[in-house]
Nanobody, 126 residues
């Protein structure tokens, strides 16, 4: 499975941006997918996860209520709608997919994810 993230860019504080992550390859299995981000000098942080059917979503407290993860399985694409962006949201954003099913808190672990896309830069600045 290959993942291709896109949609990053420069946006002003308070603005919105939508990231996309397109999957290709052996995508007939509905993988749980997630978005992570890594700001300069900081560790990579998981911010949102979505189950294979899209019925379950999990957010980090830092983005809850501002970001929305969704997926279109017909297009093998996961989205991250980011609203009310803040300067602290500036980071490289990565998408990831896991072969397993969500159980307990396994989705919180970075090493649970098997496939990673390249990052896309999001810069929030006036």
């Amino acid at each position: 499975v290959q993942l291709q993230a896109s949609g990053g860019g420069l946006v002003q504080p308070g603005g919105s941006l939508r990231l996309s992550c397109a999957a290709s390859g052996r995508t007939n299995t509905l993988y749980p997918m997630a978005w992570f981000r890594q700001a300069p000098g900081k560790e990579r942080e998981r911010i949102a996860t979505i189950g294979g059917t899209g019925s379950r979503t999990y957010y980090a407290d830092s983005v809850k209520g501002r970001f929305d993860i969704s997926r279109d399985n017909a297009k093998d694409t996961v989205y991250l709608q980011m609203n009310r962006l803040q300067t602290l949201d500036t980071a490289v954003y990565y998408c990831a997919a896991a072969r397993g099913r969500i159980s307990g808190n396994n989705y919180l672990r970075e090493d649970w994810y098997d496939y990673w896309g390249q990052g896309t830069q999001v810069t929030v600045s006036s």
